[in-house]
């Protein structure tokens, strides 16, 4: 009896506190839990405010980060402001999930994964300051607890050679980033394997969350800085981690889909993905410029191994485009047609699309005044660019898939896709057929139209096929017809109410619809005092960007500053801008003012064009070139300078030129008749993606160009 | 997008107060401020500088005169060079200093000098137009864009001078002029209006894997 009470003395002592520990840890859970009901179900920024603040001065151990996480990435998206947003972003951050302890089933993936050290003894001779030996990225799939496919885990390999001191110096510092809401990242390696055999691990910093104020932009995507210390020559550095799918949800419902490029910054040995799924899961795969997968079948599931070798470092240039335009690349998707991908956007995007009594009275007010087609597609589109404020919250599936319109409406914000999707909304409550469009712009580089799938679109407008008219809700001051430069000649796949998916792509605007034109008419008098009056309409987005500086620039004192480069006496007596409001097809600066440009001596030099381009230090400033150029779409631009001279000026003409090439088209002419001089030029430039192998035409194009251009006429005065 | 980098820099650029008062320390190499970007979280500073406008990359050349105070009047080879090519630096120009937190300071063994140095710095400006130009710094000192003058600091004024400019987007030298009790001194460019909501539509500087990547956690946006 005695050594019994003795024994559940002991059971008493040990255990109770362990109970207890873990009677506190599923408080505390439940409290979190509670809290993000609360928080959900709160119609007040107060109480919203009020429960952020409980969660935040909660005592959160690492064993109720899984609970955190969960009620963090379920109060994100019902986020109604930034502040709120950014408090759990922030909270979230401070204790992310991925202790190695805690993980379990992680696979070893040992036939796909390298030795570092093998990997450098075969890498023989070494490339660049830093190479990639090895680039691995396993992803397996199965079903989710629902029995949906394209629930992932990925099991990521790299590892590094550095080759000189200047590679020691710039790699000192990794990122790993991960999407907290999907992903759970736990780190395997992250180590320096010196040549002498030791092995220094990295620091590693806390987990940071992205955010970018300066452009309204939020995300669920967290960073880890590694850093690597005392990095030399010779070394080799190795990260291993895996992605974890954060819960047994597929968010997606099924559906899975990657872009891999196959080309970084450094030179790469090897790069190899392999995807490890159901045999029964109908995956599709682009292999652009890659050999075909191979493929491996074995106790019901299906092994797909792409694999590159002796890749080339992506050269650093300005104004290149995407790499998927040069670089290889894997597409993967569980959609296969653009029927499917269709009807399951449609799927996402149809249910959030119910306008709200407040929506549905604008539209009932928009119908009522009896408006042409076109009319009431600008009254929607003036609607959302004024009601709306650009802020993106990029939470999840919200990355891809729109915030319900009735959403957006209470919040006042949104990023493309909010707005695209409350302007083909409204459209179709007006009577407008529309359609919601999912752009890559041409920044992005192009992808061969056999890929589907949202992870190739990064930016979103909407469509109305009847006028073929692209609408930009992020365009703030642009009027229907107006849309931004990179929207231009981007690739669209545009998606109507029945679910129809069709791949477009968007027409630049022609030379025509977006010019700036310029005309001076100055008299020149023979103390070489000039008195000008000029002129300059813009047409197309050029005029929205007009109407956007002119709502807060000082007019006179930018046209000032342009004239005073290469006029620094110039005066401005009058400037007025007219056409600001968006119903204006056309902006026109009218400015009047006076240049005294005679600085001692009878010459005097007036500049053929005010247009200071200078295109080759735009658009072909290097020598030589690895990378495309892909030259913006910027305005055609005609100007005419009249003068009027005084009786007994000289005037020495330069030549003419008229250079027209596939790059563009540069004319400039100088007449003369009594005491009238006209100098008129022209400048277009083709919104080409323009090859390496082109680039040396391009340059000279431009420099023949910024030649004629800054080329100057010499009056001597009476 | 705007409003917020102007008002990033304001802060950086007024709160500070107690800059010109502080000891010049010595500037960091590329690898020291990367080693210490990963102790203090100084990458993290590094892109909040440049984001607020502010210019992080120098290169120094100087001294120059004899240390008389009309020195500073003369032109030197970095200002008649600057002035004769009147372009961008070449990428070739090495800017070996690094200030994450965009203050410029010189190396301990010239901070006490006199003479007169020159600062280059390269930025690019995404749009044509006007831009403004801010100094912040306690001496003498002119700032000088793709060779013009655009900003003349003299030893009477005080808090962050302003000044507007003209430029065209691409490549931009920036070279500032200054005697030592001008050291240190922190120069940021930003676009005079704040009106812009929508995102950045510029295109990449480069496309990469890790470009895609990201792209593929930004979603449409």
Same mark, same amino acid.
């Given at each position: ?81 930034v ?128 955010l970018e104020r300066s452009t309204s932009m ?139 009594? @407040?929506?549905?009275?604008?539209? @009932? ?24 404020k650009y802020i993106a ?20 914000f ?60 992020t365009a703030d001051y ?6 931004p ?59 929205a960007e007009q109407r956007r500086t002119l709502e807060s620039n000082d007019?006179?004192?930018s ?160 | 997008m705007r409003i917020v980098r102007w008002v990033c820099v304001v802060t950086l650029l007024v ?32 892109d909040a500088s440049r984001e607020a406008g502010l210019l ?67 930025t690019y400006l995404d749009n044509d137009g006007d831009w403004i130009l801010y ?25 962050v001078?302003r000044?507007k400019f003209h430029a065209?987007s ?18 940021a460019i930003l676009p005079p209006n704040s009106g812009s909501r929508r995102k950045n539509n510029t ?19």
């Amino acid at each position: 009896m005695t050594r019994q009470k003795v024994f559940a003395g002991f059971l008493l002592f040990f255990l109770l506190p362990a109970v207890g520990f873990a009677a506190q840890a599923q408080s505390r859970s439940d409290k979190i839990q509670s809290i993000e009901l609360q928080y959900l179900a709160a119609t007040t920024p107060a109480q919203r405010k009020q429960f952020v603040n409980e969660l935040k001065s909660l005592n959160i151990l690492s064993e109720d980060a899984a609970a955190l996480n969960r009620a963090v990435s379920a109060m994100l998206p019902a986020a109604d402001s930034v502040e709120e947003a950014e408090e759990l972003l922030r909270i979230g951050a401070a204790n992310p999930v991925g202790r190695m302890e805690s993980a379990s089933n992680l696979s070893s993936d040992t036939d796909f994964l390298v030795n570092a050290q093998r990997a450098a003894l075969a890498a023989h001779r070494a490339i660049g300051e830093v190479e990639a030996l090895a680039d691995i990225r396993i992803d397996h799939l199965r079903k989710d607890s629902l029995g949906r496919d394209g629930l992932v885990s990925a099991h990521v390999q790299q590892i590094w050679r550095i080759n000189s001191v200047h590679g020691a110096k710039i790699f000192s510092l990794r990122s790993v980033m991960y999407s907290s809401m999907a992903e759970t990242l736990y780190m395997v390696h992250a180590r320096v394997l010196k040549n002498d055999g030791r092995e220094l691990e990295a620091k590693i910093s806390a987990d940071l969350p992205v955010l970018e104020r300066s452009t309204s932009m939020y995300f669920d995507s967290r960073t880890r800085d590694l850093y690597f210390p005392q990095l030399d020559p010779g070394d080799l550095v190795e990260i291993e981690y895996h992605l974890l799918p954060a819960s047994d949800l597929n968010p997606w419902a099924g559906y899975y889909a990657r872009m891999d490029l196959f080309r970084d910054s450094f030179p790469t040995r090897l790069r190899r993905r392999v995807v490890v799924a159901p045999s029964t899961m109908k995956l599709f795969a682009v292999e652009h410029r890659l050999r075909p997968a191979v493929v491996r079948q074995r106790n019901g599931e299906t092994t797909r191994i792409w694999e590159a070798r002796d890749i080339d470092a992506q050269a650093f240039e300005a104004l290149t485009p995407g790499a998927s335009a040069s670089s290889p690349y894997l597409h993967i998707s569980t959609i296969g047609s653009i029927e499917e991908f269709g009807r399951w956007y449609s799927s996402l995007l149809e249910p959030g699309l119910q306008l709200t009594e @407040n929506l549905r009275a604008i539209a @009932n007010k928009i119908l009522e005044s009896d408006l042409t087609t076109w009319g009431k597609v600008q009254a929607v589109y003036e609607t959302v660019q004024r009601s709306t404020k650009y802020i993106a919250f990029e939470f999840g599936v919200h990355s891809y898939q729109p915030y319900a319109v009735a959403k957006v409406d209470r919040r006042g914000f949104g990023d493309c896709k909010d707005k695209a999707a409350m302007i083909v909304a409204l459209l179709r409550a007006v009577g407008v057929p529309a359609e919601f469009a999912m752009v890559r712009t041409r920044s992005a580089g192009e992808v061969v139209p056999e890929a589907y799938s949202v992870q190739l679109f990064n930016h979103a407008v909407a469509y109305v096929p009847a006028l073929d008219l692209y609408l930009d809700g992020t365009a703030d001051y642009a009027a229907l017809g107006e849309l931004p430069p990179d929207d231009q000649g981007g690739q669209a796949m545009t998606v109507d109410a029945r679910g129809n998916a069709t791949r477009r792509t968007i027409t630049f605007a022609s030379p025509e619809a977006n010019r700036v034109s310029r005309e001076i008419h100055a008299h020149l008098a023979p103390d070489g005092r000039v008195e000008f009056q000029s002129r300059t309409k813009y047409e197309g987005y050029f005029a929205a960007e007009q109407r956007r500086t002119l709502e807060s620039n000082d007019l006179a004192g930018s046209y000032r500053a342009t004239l005073a480069q290469f006029y620094p006496t110039v005066k401005i007596a009058h400037a007025v801008a007219e056409g600001t409001a968006r119903a204006s097809r056309e902006v026109e600066l009218k400015i009047d003012g006076s240049i005294d440009v005679v600085h001692g001596g009878r010459e005097i030099t007036l500049r053929s064009s005010l247009n200071a381009a200078g295109l080759t230090n735009k658009y072909a400033p290097e020598r030589l070139r690895k990378n495309p150029v892909l030259v913006p779409v910027i305005p055609s631009e005609h100007e005419v300078f009249d003068y009027d001279l005084p009786e007994g000026a000289e005037v020495a003409l330069p030549p003419d030129t008229k250079l027209e090439t596939a790059f563009g088209k540069i004319e400039v002419t100088y007449s003369r008749q009594a005491s009238k001089l006209r100098v008129e030029t022209y400048r277009e430039l083709a919104p080409l993606t323009v090859a390496a192998s082109d680039y040396a035409a391009f340059r000279a194009f431009c420099n023949a160009a910024d030649k004629a251009l800054q080329r100057e006429v010499k009056v001597v005065l009476p | 997008m705007r409003i917020v980098r102007w008002v990033c820099v304001v802060t950086l650029l007024v709160l500070d107060a107690g800059l010109t008062a502080q000891t010049a320390t010595r500037p960091a190499t590329h690898s020291e401020a990367l080693s210490a970007a990963a102790n203090v979280g100084e990458t993290e500073l590094l892109d909040a500088s440049r984001e607020a406008g502010l210019l992080t990359e120098w290169h120094l050349d100087g001294r120059f005169g004899h240390g008389k105070r009309k020195d500073f009047a003369r032109r030197f080879t970095p200002e008649r060079e600057a002035m004769k090519q009147a372009t961008r630096s070449g990428p070739e120009t090495q800017y070996e200093l690094i200030f994450p937190d965009g203050k410029f300071s010189l190396p301990k063994n010239l901070a006490s000098q006199k003479g007169v140095f020159y600062a280059s710095s390269r930025t690019y400006l995404d749009n044509d137009g006007d831009w403004i130009l801010y100094l912040e710094s306690g001496g003498e000192a002119e700032v000088f864009v793709d060779g013009q003058l655009v900003l003349t600091r003299d030893l009477n004024a005080s808090g962050v001078l302003r000044a507007k400019f003209h430029a065209n987007s691409g490549y931009h030298s920036v070279m500032v002029k200054f005697t030592a009790r001008a050291a240190p001194f922190r120069v940021a460019i930003l676009p005079p209006n704040s009106g812009s909501r929508r995102k950045n539509n510029t295109p990449y500087v480069q496309g990469s894997a890790s470009d895609e990547m990201l792209a593929a956690l930004r979603g449409i946006s």
